[in-house]
């Protein structure tokens, strides 16, 4: 299989040596952005009257439900929720559990059905890191950046709003991941929202309905993963690298891409269990470098720290003119979290399927950490290194019109400006920042591969041809990624994981009493006193 791979990936020398034509990236681009105004177009209907995108109003509703039905569970459980990656509760969660407590579907024989938690393919912190490395990336960096120049520093707040509700939708998602998931023969796991979406809802009387949701969010699984999981990074980490080296214009963006392709090409053809093993040693590396420079920032900026949270907190509710009124602040924010973390969109449910666990649940808590670490610390944190740097006015908020701001007469956006950020406290700090922004690139591409092929998989079955043709469309994309606008590539993958909330909250807002069963059932197994639900 290696071998067929690696001839496929040959194929992409041609498209190496026709780089060097001048303007390829700008053909590629014109061929991108068409295509992206049109699809964005439908994602993104507002609602009449209130002028709210549908899409949000069902996000925002729909964590809202979740974080109040499971009595906060985003809160209250969180620090439970750390003990089990921490393997806490392996001892008690890997043993007794019934036959009769074992989901079956199609009739399947209970006795013939094996121990879930031998059957995962990874451990509860590598399922996190992997979902985690899926979230956390270039959202968290060149996202933040183009939601406060276009939504200004109150789009920070509605972020942090977002995230905490998104932890109680992410619970809800992963632990029907779990729960509804199948292993092959050869142990290795699928699952994720397609199959919660048609097994799920087929228990509950709506097969059809089930299936043909499936189906749909499968189709727009691969299509995100082709976007936001794999053009934006690519995107962002050619423009940081080419910032660093000096290269501009021509076919910079395409070389760029396709040394990223050879990379991610090499560890995607190892499935699931290298990528964990990849992801659970690159994440919290630089996880903790990212972070540690952020709070460099924010302490040299110690006594700004206060009119900064006041700032963020006024321009929520009363933004200032230029970035599109509370509304548009409010749906700015929104967007650029649910972008980061992923939560309502499903995709991280297909990596935390993967658990070796017999409690469904167990995971589902896990998984609430995700928009905890994604958005509500890392992106509060990037937020906060912008909004310092400007404390003196460099640029105006509300942008261009084309995601970026102006300084000193020059277009500045994205991955850009948040290294310009870092670079007026610490010097030295953008030649770390490239680093990280090539490795959250690498690791979020790497793990989307996993989310789209198994979607790719559910559609075409799960043989070694559908696999191979999957991982060559997924590589050519890191080269049209690489080469487009920021802004084409941002509003397209935009689209394209927002698009996966519809066909996966209607799941979600059917089968949440299952969640409720899952999380009674494994509290009882850890002995944890049930407070909400007995």
């Not at 700008?26 to 992206?36: A, G, L, R, S």
């Not at 760029?256 to 499935?271: C, K, S």
């Not at 920032?297 to 933004?319: G, K, Q």
């Not at 670079?423 to 591409?445: D, K």
Request: hydrophobic share 50%; aromatic share 12%.
């Amino acid at each position: 299989m290696n071998k067929k791979f690696l001839s496929l990936l040959l194929l992409i020398v041609p498209y190496v040596l026709k780089a060097q034509e001048k303007g390829i990236d700008e053909k590629i681009n014109d061929w991108f952005e068409p295509i992206t105004e049109v699809w964005e177009g439908i994602v993104f209907w507002e609602v009449p009257f209130i002028e709210i995108p549908l899409v949000v109003v069902l996000l925002v509703l729909g964590a809202l439900f979740f974080t109040i039905y499971f009595k906060f569970i985003n809160i209250r459980r969180i620090f439970l929720a750390i003990g089990v990656v921490r393997g806490k509760y392996d001892d008690a969660e890997n043993h007794g559990l019934e036959k009769s407590e074992i989901y079956v579907v199609d009739g399947d024989n209970p006795d013939t059905i094996k121990d879930e938690s031998k059957e995962g393919e990874v451990s509860h912190f590598q399922a996190l890191a992997t979902a985690v490395s899926g979230t956390v990336g270039l959202g968290n960096i060149a996202g933040v950046a183009l939601a406060i120049s276009i939504g200004g520093p109150g789009a920070t707040f509605w972020m942090v709003v977002a995230g905490l509700l998104s932890m109680s939708t992410k619970f809800v998602e992963c632990t029907l991941g779990v729960k509804y998931r199948d292993v092959g023969p050869d142990g290795t796991v699928y699952g994720g929202p397609m199959y919660y979406l048609s097994k799920g809802l087929g228990e509950k009387g709506y097969k059809k309905l089930g299936k043909v949701l499936a189906i749909v969010f499968a189709i727009l699984c691969v299509g995100a993963s082709f976007g936001g999981g794999n053009a934006v990074q690519s995107n962002q980490a050619a423009e940081q690298l080419a910032a660093m080296m000096g290269m501009q214009g021509g076919s910079t963006g395409t070389i760029i891409g396709v040394v990223l392709a050879i990379v991610v090409g090499f560890v995607i053809i190892g499935g699931i269990k290298r990528i964990a093993s990849v992801t659970e040693k690159v994440v919290p590396f630089m996880a903790v470098i990212y972070i540690a420079a952020c709070l460099v920032v924010v302490f040299s900026n110690f006594s700004y720290i206060d009119d900064a949270l006041a700032l963020i907190v006024r321009e929520a509710f009363s933004p200032s003119a230029g970035v599109g009124g509370f509304f548009g602040v409010l749906i700015t924010g929104f967007r650029r979290a649910v972008f980061s973390n992923e939560a309502g969109a499903g995709s991280a449910a297909i990596a935390h399927s993967a658990v070796k666990t017999n409690y469904p649940a167990s995971e589902g808590l896990v998984s609430l950490l995700e928009p905890f670490i994604d958005t509500v610390i890392i992106c509060t944190l990037t937020a906060l290194v912008i909004i310092f740097y400007n404390s003196g006015g460099i640029f105006e908020y509300g942008g261009n019109g084309a995601g970026s701001v102006i300084i000193d007469g020059v277009a500045v956006g994205g991955v850009n400006l948040t290294s310009m950020a870092f670079e007026s406290v610490i010097p030295w700090f953008p030649y770390v920042l490239t680093l990280a922004v090539v490795l959250f690139a690498i690791s979020t591409m790497i793990s989307w591969s996993y989310y789209g092929l198994q979607s790719w998989k559910f559609l075409f079955g799960r043989s070694k041809i559908a696999d191979i043709t999957y991982k060559i469309l997924f590589i050519a994309f890191i080269i049209i990624g690489a080469a487009a606008s920021m802004q084409a590539v941002f509003n397209f993958s935009d689209a394209m994981i927002l698009a996966l909330v519809f066909p996966n909250m209607i799941g979600l807002l059917i089968l949440f009493p299952v969640v409720r069963d899952e999380l009674v059932k494994y509290l009882k197994a850890i002995n944890i006193k049930l407070t909400f639900f007995k």
